[in-house]
């Protein structure tokens, strides 16, 4: 059986590589702090020290990582180190410039480099519900499908190289105008008033339902801002949107405007809270 | 039985009024053009020639109308010539303030007044599956409950008279934010070459999944804005909102933008074109 590489055991690759166990792919994972490296190790995974050694052993190796500088420093070092014919599968969220490079720096030396970021947080993560959007050559992307149905269920190739960048930044997009949505909305109804809980209620059977209503109007109603997904994790999805917007020329003027109040909320100190904390600055709690 | 009445018979309350009459109530219907009184007649609905007939004669008068004006004409008029004891369900989309003043003056008669406003669109109306966001008196509430239930499926009493318009004004900021936070997204994916089609498909099973993504995305995807909801009508909604805002003190930045955006598609001929066509503005389309 071929060896699977994972790196990066955060709070999204964590339970990933978990769903990769349990489906008895012999795994080796590494990551920056050892904690996470023990806990899988318990559970059968076999422990490696750096991204080359993965890059050497492995024939299909996950990424997860928290930014692109994180995803430049290594995947290049697998590229330096992986056989041919290995394929790289890039789930974090990453800039598709990167995304881009990356996969042409493997292609000269026979390597694929798939970006693959997801969708559904850390409950799809531990459910292996995630939405994964795919860009980059398509037989790898054929080759690598079985393992990727033990992590997610609604796997799309969407392009060539970067297109799942693209795809995620489009996601980051509309799931931070919707929290911004929602804000605007319980805060109208409570500054008027009324329950929030029975608006709440009555409106996720309508037209304004969404998966950010449910859930993140949840938070914003029982000021419970515990992450899920941290406001700025956010931010610097929204900034790679407006980089590529730049140079595409997609007009992004609500993304723009909700990037600024996420900046103020974490200068404000709360960017370690769940991105539900737009809340406080639509709601101008910090004028009261 | 008692006899219902039903005033407004267009998009949305022509399928209730179908409803109603489905269910074997005694209805008598009124319009201000004939040609859909004719066809529910035909239905086995009886004709009255104004609001004054339908409130002499029943227990139950519903009214699904245009706007605040034509609300406040209407049911002033059926409190004029209502008995004690009737109750008016307006469904219509209008402003807090208006539904209190009616149902203060309804309660000097005798008289209660429902603000029941839905959601979920001509086919949540013809399926009966509306939201219903009802605010006004509990026991009259009660009591038109059963009526209620032929007609929607998600009907929650969220408060005093009022309150259900204040709901309806937050459910419409959500629609109206999170068409425009779909807009950006997919012409951003359009703008960066990748297909919008796989694009869409992949983000309706992660966090950025709506009712709204789902449908309205397929509706910019096909530039298909035939209404649906028409833009016209929902800048008047956020008008609504943006007017309260000023007495509750609620921030309302992204509605006031959305609103704006609304303002420039109307001035430029599409205020009859689904709420949808928000689109046309967000991807620039008349500077190409």
Do not use: Y
């Not at 020290?49 to 697998?78: D, K, Y």
């Not at 290995?86 to 990356?102: F, W």
């Not at 795919?134 to 690598?144: I, K, L, Q, S, T």
């Amino acid at each position: 059986m071929q060896i699977i590489g994972f790196i990066g055991l955060g709070l999204m690759g964590k339970p990933m590589a978990e769903n990769l166990l349990r489906a008895t792919f012999s795994l080796v994972v590494h990551n920056r702090s050892r904690a996470a490296v023990d806990e899988l190790v318990t559970q059968g995974a076999r422990a490696a020290n750096s991204p080359r050694e993965i890059g050497e052993q492995c024939a299909v190796i996950f990424t997860m990582l928290p930014n692109p500088e994180t995803v430049a420093t290594v995947v290049g070092e697998i590229l330096e180190f992986a056989r041919a014919d290995t394929i790289v599968v890039d789930c974090s969220t990453s800039h598709p410039r990167l995304a881009r490079e990356l996969a042409e720096r493997g292609a000269q030396r026979g390597i694929f480099v798939l970006d693959a970021p997801v969708s559904g947080g850390q409950v799809g993560a531990e459910q292996a519900t995630l939405s994964m959007m795919v860009g980059g050559d398509e037989n790898a992307f054929a080759r690598v499908l079985p393992v990727l149905q033990h992590l997610g269920k609604n796997i799309v190739r969407v392009g060539e190289a970067g297109a799942g960048q693209i795809v995620k930044a489009a996601n980051q997009i509309i799931v931070a105008l919707t929290i911004e949505a929602v804000a605007e909305a319980l805060n109208f109804v409570e500054k008027s008033g009324v329950d929030p809980v029975k608006a709440h209620k009555v409106m996720l059977g309508g037209f304004a339902t969404s998966r950010i209503l449910e859930l993140h109007g949840q938070r914003m109603i029982a000021r419970n801002f515990v992450p899920g997904g941290r406001a700025e994790t956010h931010l610097k999805d929204l900034n790679i949107a407006l980089d590529v917007a730049q140079t595409n020329g997609a007009r992004l003027p609500g993304t723009q405007r909700v990037a600024e109040m996420f900046e103020e909320l974490i200068a404000r100190g709360f960017g370690d809270e769940d991105h539900a904390a737009l809340w406080r600055i639509v709601a101008n709690e910090f004028d009261n």
